[in-house]
């Protein structure tokens, strides 16, 4: 008997909170929002944060359009779950493809019609997210090159990344009323940079501390070069916003990189510690440009 669609709303729902933890996701994504916002202020020569309903309605929006990419990740990695990953809700049959269509329906709707009310560039650029997410999955299934890659698909990929700091750039020359500063686009690069920290460094390990099956960075260059890449792309984050904001807080970020580096070549446990180590450095650098941005120009 096929199910009720109460019943597959509450299936999805179940699926979403497993896959995509709303308070997680959305306290990181406001943390994410807030001090890069804040960040453009001091930029553009503004005394400190300034909160807003239009920059909730910012957070809110990257939440929505984090929940879109999930699912396409959920539907593109289907296959690679049936055998690595059994239990997760698509492929134990929980939910089916067609709900998570209706999702991303329902999700791209909302996301576009509460954005077009405010802005059309902002909303242009979400849609240009999610048709990105879309070609990602198009690519995942087409191109054996990209299949293969952990570097090719992250070097695509991250123009997601580039989306959402597009998105919070945009948002905030409009609430002030300043023209967009150029300089933002180093923001959002180094916000790029410091992505591409967490990303290669929590998928880093040591020979033999995986499990069978998982897609790593350091098995296309190894170890030692995939932990030197992820310290390189912090160094070069907290290079960028010593030069646009003179404040020698984001070197403490950077200590805290060096210290990891340090012990994922002396302890070289399994990979679980790689993504501890990639959480430290990522929420350091957070903070830190939080109490910058506080501190206003």
């Given at each position: 008997?096929?199910?009720?669609?109460?019943?597959?709303?509450?299936?999805?729902?179940?699926?979403?909170?497993?896959?995509?933890?709303?308070?997680?996701?959305?306290?990181?994504?406001?943390?994410w929002c807030v001090s890069l916002d804040g960040i453009f202020g001091v930029l553009d020569g503004a005394p400190?944060?300034?909160?807003?309903?239009?920059?909730?309605?910012?957070?809110?929006?990257?939440?929505?359009?984090?929940?879109?990419?999930?699912?396409?990740?959920?539907?593109?990695?289907?296959?690679?779950?049936?055998?690595?990953?059994?239990?997760?809700?698509?492929?134990?049959?929980?939910?089916?493809?067609?709900?998570?269509?209706?999702?991303?329906?329902?999700?791209?709707?909302?996301?576009?019609?509460?954005?077009?009310?405010?802005?059309?560039?902002?909303?242009?650029?979400?849609?240009?997210?999610?048709?990105?997410?879309?070609?990602?999955?198009?690519?995942?299934?087409?191109?054996?090159?990209?299949?293969?890659?952990?570097?090719?698909?992250?070097?695509?990929?991250?123009?997601?990344?580039?989306?959402?700091?597009?998105?919070?750039?945009?948002?905030?020359?409009?609430?002030?009323?300043?023209?967009?500063?150029?300089?933002?686009?180093?923001?959002?690069?180094?916000?790029?940079?410091?992505?591409?920290?967490?990303?290669?460094?929590?998928?880093?390990?040591?020979?033999?501390?995986?499990?069978?099956?998982?897609?790593?960075?350091?098995?296309?260059?190894?170890?030692?070069?995939?932990?030197?890449?992820?310290?390189?792309?912090?160094?070069?984050?907290?290079?960028?916003?010593?030069?646009?904001?003179?404040?020698?807080?984001?070197?403490?970020?950077?200590?805290?990189?060096?210290?990891?580096?340090?012990?994922?070549?002396?302890?070289?446990?399994?990979?679980?510690?790689?993504?501890?180590?990639?959480?430290?450095?990522?929420?350091?650098?957070?903070?830190?440009?939080?109490?910058?941005?506080?501190?206003?120009?």
């Amino acid at each position: 008997m096929s199910r009720t669609v109460m019943e597959r709303a509450r299936a999805t729902l179940r699926f979403s909170v497993q896959r995509y933890p709303p308070l997680f996701y959305l306290l990181v994504i406001t943390l994410w929002c807030v001090s890069l916002d804040g960040i453009f202020g001091v930029l553009d020569g503004a005394p400190g944060l300034r909160f807003s309903p239009d920059l909730l309605h910012v957070a809110l929006s990257i939440f929505g359009v984090g929940y879109f990419m999930r699912i396409v990740d959920e539907l593109r990695d289907y296959e690679y779950d049936l055998v690595h990953n059994p239990n997760r809700g698509l492929a134990k049959g929980d939910v089916t493809f067609g709900d998570l269509y209706v999702a991303l329906g329902l999700n791209a709707a909302v996301l576009l019609g509460t954005n077009l009310a405010v802005s059309w560039v902002r909303a242009a650029i979400l849609a240009g997210i999610m048709v990105h997410a879309l070609v990602l999955w198009v690519l995942e299934k087409h191109w054996v090159a990209y299949q293969r890659s952990m570097f090719l698909m992250i070097g695509i990929a991250i123009q997601l990344h580039v989306g959402h700091g597009l998105y919070v750039w945009v948002a905030h020359a409009e609430r002030t009323g300043r023209p967009l500063n150029p300089q933002g686009l180093l923001a959002i690069l180094a916000m790029v940079f410091l992505y591409l920290h967490w990303e290669v460094m929590r998928k880093a390990a040591w020979p033999g501390t995986t499990k069978l099956g998982e897609k790593l960075y350091s098995d296309e260059v190894g170890s030692t070069a995939s932990a030197v890449i992820a310290f390189t792309v912090m160094a070069g984050a907290v290079g960028l916003f010593l030069w646009l904001t003179k404040s020698w807080l984001f070197l403490l970020p950077l200590g805290m990189a060096v210290i990891n580096l340090t012990l994922f070549f002396k302890n070289r446990r399994p990979r679980a510690l790689s993504g501890k180590l990639a959480a430290r450095s990522y929420f350091a650098f957070l903070f830190v440009m939080l109490a910058r941005a506080t501190l206003g120009a």
